[in-house]
């Protein structure tokens, strides 16, 4: 088990104050020496991050601006790199975590909310990623079909570790100038689509053992194995209720490690299709229950 470990996250002016208490979860219930990173997007001021630094023990806060020239410069021969980085604010966790320093690291996603005492995974030289509820990935099923695509299905970025020797600035400009238009280097998703084709050609690909960690449903169900959740933003509203529920019960669960296993399935065009046109029907459907709303 590692004694020490660093953790670092994304972070911007957008739900800070939630933000911050799902990262106190996490430095509340970590029974390992933690160091918190905070990598913010640029849009913090000087009294959110003095906030920052003032609620979250043992946490730094690292500018985009202190930043922007060391990264760039390790980036000025990637073109297509480049332009992710300067079109996707996601791309900090793609690019600004990994070329900060030598440290070896734990990603985690500032809307995850621990609720049991535990230690994080060992470094096993091998990518650890979230299991997620779909496939959500920036290509098509005929792209997938046609150009070839290898992935794991089910990658989720929120809480994760991606081993220093296997990120490679040559593989990540070949799969974006193959794989990416310019709209799709733009989508959500671009940054997580890119983890999951690294994440192949390792020979190992591990993920959180899923009743531990897992990404939440509109049906929330804990059970006594629950460590933490990954409250995306369709989810949000369990938050409150989760914090309630905390606060009148007595924690008194022993402190757990959290597993990971090896996932062997690669995506197939079936099961891709069919998430795919699943989360389009989802999609169509809330821009249609959005507009309702606004002229009702």
């Known amino acids: 088990m590692n004694d020490n470990v660093t953790c670092r996250t994304l972070l911007g002016k957008k739900n800070l104050t939630f933000s911050i208490e799902c990262l106190q979860s996490m430095i509340n219930y970590c029974e390992q020496s933690l160091s918190l990173e905070v990598f913010e997007d640029g849009s913090l001021d000087l009294s959110d991050i003095d906030n920052i630094e003032k609620s979250l023990t043992n946490t730094r806060v690292i500018t ?3 930043r922007d020239q060391s990264t760039n410069a390790q980036l000025v021969n990637y073109r297509k790199c480049l332009e992710l980085r300067r079109c996707n604010v996601m791309a900090i966790k793609l690019f600004d975590t990994m070329l900060y320093d030598s440290t070896n690291f734990f990603y985690i996603d500032s809307d995850i909310f621990f609720v049991k005492k535990f230690t994080f995974p060992d470094f096993g030289g091998y990518p650890i990623f979230m299991r997620d509820n779909n496939s959500c990935y920036t290509f098509s099923p005929l792209q997938l079909l046609y150009e070839s695509i290898r992935v794991h299905p089910l990658i989720n970025c929120g809480f994760m570790h991606f081993p220093k020797e296997r990120f490679h600035l040559d593989l990540i400009e070949f799969l974006i100038g ?6 799709r280097m733009s989508h959500w998703w671009a940054e997580q689509t890119l983890w999951a084709m690294l994440s192949s050609h390792s020979e190992k690909t591990l993920l959180l053992n899923q009743k531990q960690a897992f990404v939440a449903r509109h049906n929330l169900a804990l059970s006594t194995a629950t460590v933490c959740i990954h409250l995306v933003s369709p989810t949000r509203y369990h938050f409150e209720n989760l914090k309630h529920s905390l606060a009148t019960s007595r924690n ?3 402190t757990v490690q959290l597993k ?9 065009v079936i099961v891709y299709s069919l998430d795919f046109m ?19």
């Open 278 to 296: 699943s989360k389009k029907i989802s999609s169509v459907f809330r821009s249609v229950k959005l507009k309702y709303l606004v002229h009702s």
């Open 260 to 268: 990971t296993e090896m996932i062997h399935e690669r995506l197939g």
């Open 178 to 183: 193959k794989h990416f238009s310019s709209s």
């Open 252 to 254: 008194t669960h022993k």
């Open 64 to 66: 985009k601006k202190s």
